[in-house]
């Protein structure tokens, strides 16, 4: 049975990197058929899409934060990571991984339908 | 302010069908994208409910049903069960932002 684990540090500094680490068990990040995906959900607040990657490293990004943010994926490892440059208090958050399935033609409209526990980050001083 | 618009609640007793919208627009629903349906209880991960307008993971009871007309989508619920109170989310693809969408979510209560 497939499961995604978040880890990471729960509290950062304004300015700093957001740093997480999703790690996969129980199947294979290099299974053709999937993307890897985070999310995060600020408190009180609806889901937000981060971005997106294959395990070739392709990427895809949510426009609005695409200039601050960078997944990268270890196959090695069977991981996927996350990295938020120059937070705010507007990045605190729960933050997902999950895995990301192809939707009925292109993988821009596909699914989430592996999600791990989330954690919390908070941004502050 | 979210692409994708739900109401904020909806309510109904025990064994009652409710229904959730999700309104969009040309670039998303109107554009023939996928809907999807998760299902999030507070302090938890977002659960996958429905795929693709009308398709449910395994595992999933069949009290759940989506559809999609035009550039709204809707999640059924029916015959409610107290489990079933938690926020819905609906997701799609907006060409126009080239972004992944949601609702802002719809909050269930079982009366």
């Known amino acids: 049975q497939l499961q995604l684990q978040e880890s990471g540090p729960g509290l950062v500094k304004p300015s700093e990197t957001l740093s997480l680490i999703c790690s996969v068990t129980g199947g294979s990040i290099t299974n053709r058929n999937y993307y890897w995906a985070w999310f995060r959900q600020p408190p009180g607040k609806g889901l937000e899409w981060i971005g997106s990657?294959?395990?070739?490293?392709?990427?895809y990004y949510r426009p609005s934060l695409k200039s601050r943010v960078t997944l990268s994926v270890d196959t090695s490892k069977n991981q996927f990571s996350l990295k938020v440059r120059s937070v705010t208090a507007a990045d605190t958050a729960a933050y997902y991984c999950a895995r990301h399935c192809r939707g009925s033609t292109t993988w821009y409209e596909g699914f989430m339908d592996v999600w791990g526990q989330g954690t919390t980050v908070a941004v502050s001083s | 302010q979210s692409v994708l618009t739900q109401p904020p609640s909806v309510s109904g007793a025990p064994g009652q069908t409710v229904a959730i919208s999700c309104t969009g627009g040309?670039?998303?629903?109107?554009?023939?994208?996928?809907v999807h349906w998760y299902q999030q209880i507070p302090g938890t991960a977002p659960k996958l409910l429905i795929y693709?307008?009308?398709n449910r993971p395994s595992g999933v009871p069949a009290r759940f049903s989506g559809s999609k007309s035009g550039t709204s989508a809707s999640l059924a619920i029916a015959g409610l069960q107290a489990e079933d109170e938690a926020d819905y989310y609906c997701q799609s693809f907006d060409s126009s932002l080239s972004d992944v969408v949601f609702g802002g979510g719809t909050k269930l209560t079982v009366l």
């Open positions: 693709g307008h009308n």
């Open positions: 990657i294959y395990n070739t490293g392709s990427t």
């Open positions: 040309g670039p998303n629903i109107g554009a023939g994208f996928d």
